[in-house]
């Protein structure tokens, strides 16, 4: 009879986050950038119909990457639990907060569970409140652990540099212009080289708290996009940004 | 799954359905309004009943309008109940029958709606939503035999067929497409009878909203349980239009002026205005 061989419980949680991140760090980058008007998702992602940015509810937005068929089945979740709730109480008593933890526990007991894989993906939860001081960005890992993130927040790929690229150019209260420009000029940014990724190949939604309708998020078109990057660009620091801190 | 497994139920991470309905009829059954089963009897008299309805297509858009009265019996429930929805950016439903069921029915048909659009990146078609509609009302076949119906009137703007459009039902779930104007309720009849001789297919929509505001009078005039204007209490109808750049309700300051003209005009002639004699000409085309 043979032995199984000792795994610690250390190596076999390492092994098991080393899969994990190996899968996400394939993956080009998700952005979040907070503006004064609400949050700005931005990725590149040439396709028009794979999503890695949806709407979950009024306020509340998805954003993944990773393994598309494992986010897909954690974005439908979300929907489902959203309306579920909203449904049987009202629209108000969905939260972001709610559908975070709900995606923090899948996750951790996935993670934990000697019989499953790991799920390769990293997800933002993000809702928008009243101000942009009630604004929440959730950021949950494989793992099932969760950040409260402020300002701005990177998953995927190259996230190191490009947290980087924003944390030197980040200032809250940005229009919807500027924070759509840092966000691009961010997953464009690498060490060796700075790109400029086309409108054609961004994957841009907001939620935006200035929209009359319920609900708030909206996909800016190639076309919007396209317009809004051709604006000319705002003085620089001289002028108090759009919405001043109060 | 075990029981005190803290992740989401599997059911919420299958792929499959895009249907909320069909989704919570599987996890959560006692949400859906059809699925419970009522002691034998009429139970009709127990609720408050909602009254008339009216919508009509003009050039670019529908209309939709709903009187304010909910009835119980000889009594009148509620003065101003709304019963004109909308249902999502381009369509919307006005209910006429039991008011608490029917509430219940057009919040789950918008979370239908919003919920399919939401997973599959698309909205429905506008003939795909009249049909969900009318898969809600069938599940409520057994409510209506106690008494218990609702019957809604559809409408919208289809972007496909780039036209405003009508959809009736009854209480079997069937669906009818109407064409120009449509009327439901225990004032429909009379508010249909003013439509046949107001309507024409050219009207603007402030014109719509004056027909729709003069054929809810008539109802009122001639149904106990429809609600005329509440000069009063400043309480009129809702009317909500629906064109192909998205739904909205018409302001009630709009809808408050319109009624007032009509009010003034019937002071002169309580019956309202007087369609004329003669047939229109082959050149103007028939009404619908």
């Known amino acids: 009879m043979s032995t199984p061989f000792y795994v610690s419980p250390e190596q076999l949680m390492k092994d098991r986050a080393d899969f994990a991140r190996k899968g996400i760090a394939r993956g080009r980058s998700v952005v979040a950038v907070q503006y004064a008007d609400g949050v700005l998702f931005a990725t590149e992602n040439p396709s028009q119909a794979l999503h890695k940015v949806s709407e979950i509810y009024d306020r509340i937005a998805f954003a993944a990457v990773g393994r598309y068929n494992e986010f897909e089945n954690l974005r439908i979740a979300g929907v489902r639990l959203a309306d579920m709730r909203g449904y049987a109480y009202d629209r108000r008593d969905v939260t972001g907060r709610g559908l975070a933890n709900a995606y923090a526990q899948t996750l951790g007991t996935i993670f934990s569970s000697g019989g499953e894989k790991p799920y390769e993906v990293e997800i933002f939860v993000a809702e928008i409140g009243e101000s942009s001081d009630e604004d929440q960005i959730y950021r949950l890992t494989y793992d099932g652990q969760v950040a409260d993130e402020h300002g701005y927040a990177v998953m995927g790929g190259a996230s190191d540099v490009v947290g980087g690229y924003l944390q030197e150019r980040f200032t809250s209260g940005m229009t919807l212009e500027a924070a759509l420009r840092l966000a691009v000029s961010a997953l464009g940014h690498s060490e060796s080289e700075d790109r400029t990724i086309a409108g054609s190949a961004l994957e841009v939604a907001v939620l935006d708290r200035t929209r009359v309708q319920p609900r708030k998020f909206i996909r800016l078109s190639p076309a919007r996009l396209e317009t809004l990057l051709a604006a000319p660009a705002a003085p620089d620091s001289d002028e108090p940004p759009v919405a001043p801190p109060a | ?288």
Do not use: C, W
């Not at chain 2, 909602?50 to 709903?66: H, K, Q, R």
């Not at chain 2, 439901?184 to 297919?201: D, N, Q």
């Not at chain 2, 719509?208 to 204007?229: C, E, M």
């Open chain 2, 1 to 288: 799954m075990i029981p005190d497994d803290p992740r989401l139920p599997a059911a919420f991470l299958q792929p499959g359905t895009a249907s909320f309905a069909d989704f919570i009829a599987a996890q959560a059954p006692d949400l859906l309004p059809g699925r419970r089963t009522l002691p034998r009897g009429n139970a009709g008299d127990l609720a408050p009943h909602g009254t008339t309805i009216v919508a009509m297509t003009f050039p670019g858009g529908v209309l939709l309008a709903g009187d304010r009265r909910a009835t119980m019996g000889n009594l009148i429930a509620s003065r101003d109940i709304e019963k004109v929805f909308p249902t999502d950016e381009y369509s919307a439903a006005g209910i006429a029958g039991t008011a608490g069921l029917a509430v219940e029915m057009i919040r789950l048909f918008q979370t239908e709606l919003e919920h399919y659009e939401k997973i599959e990146g698309t909205t429905l078609s506008f003939d795909g939503k009249a049909n969900r509609l009318a898969g809600i009302i069938r599940a409520n076949l057994g409510m209506a035999m106690q008494g218990l119906a609702v019957v809604p009137l559809f409408v919208g703007y289809d972007l496909r067929a780039a036209r405003g459009r009508i959809f009736s039902f009854d209480v079997t779930g069937g669906r009818y497409e109407e064409t120009g104007f449509h009327a439901v309720g225990s004032g429909s009849l009379f508010a249909r009878g003013s439509l046949k001789k107001l309507y024409r297919p050219d009207l603007g929509v402030d014109d719509a909203v004056t027909v729709a505001v003069q054929a809810l009078y008539d109802a009122a005039d001639d149904d106990s349980a429809t609600g005329g204007p509440d000069v009063g209490r400043r309480i009129f109808p809702i009317v909500h239009v629906v064109t192909a750049e998205g739904g909205h309700r018409v302001d009630a300051e709009v809808v408050a002026a319109t009624a007032d003209r009509v009010i003034a005009g019937r002071m002169g002639r309580p019956d309202g205005p007087v369609a004329p004699l003669d047939l229109p000409g082959a050149s103007e085309g028939g009404l619908a």
